[in-house]
C-alpha cells in the first residue's frame, strides 16, 4: 500500500515501499580493515523517568543489538556519543553498560573497545580531569576491553592552552596497559569541544594531537577522527608513526576514506554503521578481496541517508540511529533514554524510512512499513 511521506515543505508525496529486503551475505573475518560500529542503547520503555533522570535501559535488548553488530563481524565500540554519553547516558549507566557488553564480547567472541572519558565532572582542575579519566580507564581495562580516550568538555573547559592537554593525555598515556584509540570529536558533534587540542585552528589543533601520539607511539593503537573534513583526514594519517592506525569517523566521506589511496587508508569507528551493520559488513568482505569498485558499489549509495541521518544539529543523528532501529525490528519501540527521540521532526523521519528502505535495509519491509504508518498516525497524517 502507498504511503504518504510528509516533506519539508508540508506537503505529502506518495512512496511504494519495497516488497522485499536486500539478500545478507555473511562471511569469514575482515582481513583488510578493522571495523568497529559505535552503537546505540535501547531505552526502558516502561520506567517513569523524565528527559533529567538517569538511563533506564533495557539491557536484554542493547545487548541484543550488539550480538547482532558482532554476527556480522563488526566490532563495538562502545559507551560512545552513539550511545548517547552525555546527552543521556551518565557515567553510572555507561559504566554498567561497558560491563555488561565487555562480558557479553567475551561470550560471543566479538571484539569491544569502550570509551573512557570523564563525564564524572562538569567541570574541575586539571588534577580532577586526570582522576576522572583514571576511575574510567580503569572501569574498561577492568572489563577487558580495548580502551578509547574521548575528548572530554571537562579539559576543554579547564585546559589554558596545548601545554595541558601533552600533560594529561602523556600521564594517561603512561599508565595505559593495552594500546588505546585517541578520539577526537569535533564541535558538530559536541559544542563544548570547541578549541580541543588547545586551538580554535584546527592545523594548530593537529599538531598537538601529532605530538600527543609522537611521545607515545607504542601506547597507541590508532586514532579516531570525527571532524567530516576528508582531506584534513587523509592529511592527518599520513603524517602518523609507522603502526598507528587511523579510524574514520567522518560519517560523510566513509566509502572514499577507507578505499583509501595508493598512500594509505583508514579503519573505521563509525555511527552510522549501527543501521548499516549487515551491508557495510558484505561491502567491507567484498573490500578484502581487492575489489575497491565493488566496495564503492555497495557502500557509495547508502552516504545519502548517512548525510541526512547527521545534518545540522549534527548532535542529535542518535535519533536516526535509534528510529532505523525499530523500523528494523531490533526494538519494540521508538523511546530514547532522555526523551531524544523528540529531537528531530516527522519530515526527517519520513526521509530517513524512504532512504533506508531504498537502500533494502530493513529485514522485514513490511514490518518497517507498518511502524511508520502507526508513526504517520500519532502525528495526524492520514491517507
Keep these: ?17 519495497r516488497s522485499a529486503p536486500r539478500p545478507v551475505t555473511s562471511g569469514s573475518a575482515f582481513t583488510s580493515r578493522t571495523v568497529f560500529s559505535a552503537a546505540h542503547v535501547v531505552a526502558d520503555p516502561y520506567a517513569d523517568v523524565s528527559p533529567d533522570s538517569p538511563a533506564a535501559v533495557d539491557w536484554d535488548a542493547t545487548l541484543a543489538f550488539r550480538r547482532h553488530l558482532w554476527s556480522h563481524g563488526l566490532g563495538v565500540a562502545e559507551a560512545m556519543d552513539t550511545a548517547q554519553r552525555g546527552m543521556g547516558l551518565d557515567w553510572a549507566g555507561a559504566a554498567e553498560l561497558i560491563r555488561r557488553s565487555a562480558a557479553e564480547a567475551k561470550a560471543a567472541g566479538g571484539r569491544i573497545a569502550c570509551g573512557v572519558g570523564t563525564d564524572q565532572l562538569t567541570a574541575g582542575t586539571l588534577a580532577e580531569v586526570r582522576a576522572a579519566y583514571e576511575e574510567q580507564l580503569a572501569v574498561v581495562e577492568e572489563s577487558g576491553a580495548q580502551a578509547i580516550l574521548m575528548a572530554s568538555r571537562a579539559l576543554a573547559a579547564t585546559a589554558r592552552g596545548p601545554e595541558d592537554y601533552l600533560d594529561v593525555y602523556g600521564h594517561l598515556l603512561r599508565q595505559t596497559t593495552e594500546p588505546v584509540i585517541l578520539h577526537w570529536l569535533g564541535p558538530m558533534f559536541d559544542p563544548a569541544l570547541e578549541g580541543y587540542w588547545g586551538s580554535a585552528d584546527l592545523d594548530a589543533a593537529t599538531d598537538t594531537f601529532l605530538e600527543v601520539i609522537a611521545a607515545h607511539p607504542d601506547k597507541v593503537d590508532g586514532i579516531k577522527v570525527s571532524l567530516l ?15 598507528v592506525r587511523c579510524y574514520t569517523g567522518d560519517d560523510f566521506h566513509y566509502p572514499e576514506l577507507i578505499a583509501g589511496d595508493e598512500q594509505g587508508f583508514s579503519h573505521a569507528l563509525l555511527g552510522i554503521f549501527d543501521p548499516l551493520g549487515p551491508l557495510a559488513a558484505e561491502a567491507v568482505r567484498v573490500l578484502d578481496t581487492g575489489d575497491t569498485d565493488g566496495f564503492r558499489a555497495l557502500l557509495d549509495p547508502t552516504v545519502e541517508l548517512s548525510r541526512h541521518l547527521f545534518r545540522a544539529p549534527t548532535r542529535f543523528y542518535k535519533t536516526g540511529v535509534v528510529f532505523l532501529a525499530w523500523l528494523a525490528g531490533h526494538q519494540t519501540h521508538f523511546t530514547m533514554v532522555g526523551g531524544l527521540q523528540s529531537a528531530r521532526s516527522l519530515p526527517h523521519f519520513a526521509r530517513a524510512y524512504e532512504l533506508a528502505d531504498t537502500l533494502g535495509l530493513f529485514p522485514d519491509p513490511k514490518l518497517a512499513e507498518d511502524r511508520m504508518r502507526t508513526l504517520l498516525h500519532l502525528y495526524g497524517v492520514t491517507p
Design 1 to 17: 500500500m502507498t504511503l504518504h511521506l510528509p516533506g519539508a515543505d508540508g506537503t505529502l508525496r506518495a512512496y511504494e515501499p
Design 229 to 243: 573534513d576528508a582531506r584534513r583526514e587523509v592529511d592527518l594519517r599520513r603524517r602518523l608513526p609507522k603502526g
